[in-house]
């Protein structure tokens, strides 16, 4: 093709390019690639029950009787490919706690707030079937408070379950997950030799399990 072309035929070429680019789009927006429609993100409000007193004995500082609480929250994948996704999960505790009468004072009611802020991976089994097994892994923070104070800590968990899809943007999502966290982590040196040392640590650590159910709507 010559360097140089008339007007005319440079006018032409540019009118052909913006219809191709015209069609483009339409095929695009009415017919669009199956990767990009098989693409989808999912958001599942969630709600359960979780299992472990440990904070609540934390916060309280004596023994309580309650061994865990209702919880509620939300989860959101985002896919990346052959059933990997990224994770973000937020989940909110809160229950009553009786502390016993003591010298110090008579019985008192606590309301006492556990939330989790987590993000990491799924990993999906069976993509494109209706029951698909996970497996996930999350790292992030824990808040609990109560009556005026709060602490933030790292914490991480592990679960698995089942995605339940009878029809392929809607379906029911059964979770299983072991929260630990780190309330307490202290590190020190044990031994040291030129260019070494030999370290240990104490952690206290905070386990707590959770089962939910929740409804996965895919976009």
């Known amino acids: 093709m010559p360097l140089y072309q008339p007007r005319g035929a440079r006018l032409n070429h540019v009118c052909e390019a913006k219809r191709l680019a015209r069609w483009l789009v339409v095929a695009w927006l009415t017919c669009p690639p199956a990767f990009a429609a098989a693409q989808t993100v999912e958001i599942a409000p969630v709600a359960g029950y979780?299992?472990?007193?440990?904070?609540?004995?934390?916060?309280?500082?004596?023994?309580?009787?309650?061994?865990?609480?209702?919880?509620?929250?939300?989860?959101?994948?985002?896919?990346?490919?052959?059933?990997?996704?990224?994770e973000a999960l937020v989940t909110h505790q809160e229950a009553d706690v009786t502390v016993p009468a003591s010298a110090s004072g008579p019985a008192t009611l606590w309301r006492i707030t556990i939330d989790h802020?987590?993000?990491?991976?799924?990993?999906?089994?069976?993509?494109g079937q209706?029951?698909?097994?996970?497996?996930?892994?999350?790292?992030?923070?824990?808040?609990?408070?109560?009556?005026?104070d709060n602490e933030i800590r790292f914490t991480a968990s592990a679960g698995g379950g089942v995605k339940l899809m009878p029809v392929p943007r809607v379906g029911v999502r059964l979770d299983g997950r072991v929260f630990a966290t780190f309330v307490e982590v202290d590190g020190r040196a044990i031994a040291c030799s030129p260019g070494i040392c030999l370290v240990g640590f104490d952690a206290d650590i905070v386990w707590q399990a959770e089962f939910t159910v929740g409804?996965?709507?895919?976009f």
């Open 215 to 218: 409804l996965v709507v895919a």
């Open 130 to 148: 209706r029951a698909r097994p996970f497996l996930t892994g999350l790292l992030g923070l824990t808040r609990y408070a109560a009556a005026g």
């Open 50 to 86: 979780r299992f472990g007193g440990g904070f609540f004995e934390r916060v309280t500082q004596q023994p309580v009787d309650l061994d865990g609480a209702a919880t509620v929250g939300v989860v959101v994948n985002v896919p990346l490919h052959d059933g990997l996704f990224v």
């Open 117 to 127: 802020w987590q993000g990491g991976g799924l990993q999906e089994f069976g993509r």
